[in-house]
């Protein structure tokens, strides 16, 4: 069973999956529709990294970037081939939804592209429907965009 925990994007055995996210990203789509974050852009304050791991190996990332609307935006979600079907997906999305929902967020936000059927499925499975393409996506046809609306945050006990 994969362990999600927030790390940062600049973690020796984390920078070459983010790379292989990217060469990934870029055999399906042209540069200019590749809408990947740096790793700068991946180490502010209102971005969460997290790392999926089995038996300590790095296996997938996820990052939600707090909109600043009550809205979070998954970026940087990526399974190394060897992992997908093994629940990393499942784990890091799940700890995703958790931390913004812990923040506040009251709806999760994503792009994707149609070449990416798999990763359409699990959100899909996840309860994500598709939207009309937001913000930076507008104009690119190759994106396909989703939401998820998220159940409000537990209150806290009173004691």
């Not at 999926?52 to 609307?69: E, F, N, Q």
């Not at 940087?76 to 958790?98: I, Q, Y």
């Amino acid at each position: 069973m994969p362990t999600v925990s927030l790390e940062s994007p600049r973690g020796s055995d984390v920078l070459p999956l983010l790379q292989q996210a990217d060469d990934y990203a870029l055999s399906l789509y042209p540069a200019e529709n590749y809408h990947g974050l740096d790793v700068d852009s991946l180490d502010r304050s209102e971005v969460a990294f997290f790392v999926a791991r089995v038996d300590g190996m790095a296996l997938g990332t996820a990052a939600i970037v707090d909109r600043g609307d009550g809205s979070a935006e998954l970026k940087r979600m990526f399974v190394t081939a060897e992992a997908r079907g093994l629940g990393v997906g499942r784990a890091l999305l799940d700890a995703a939804e958790a931390h913004a929902i812990d923040r506040g967020a009251t709806v999760m936000l994503l792009e994707t592209g149609l070449p990416q059927a798999a990763a359409i499925a699990l959100y899909e499975r996840a309860g994500y429907s598709a939207i009309p393409r937001f913000d930076a996506y507008v104009d690119d046809p190759t994106s396909y965009c989703m939401e998820k609306r998220l159940p409000p945050r537990p209150l806290a006990p009173v004691e």
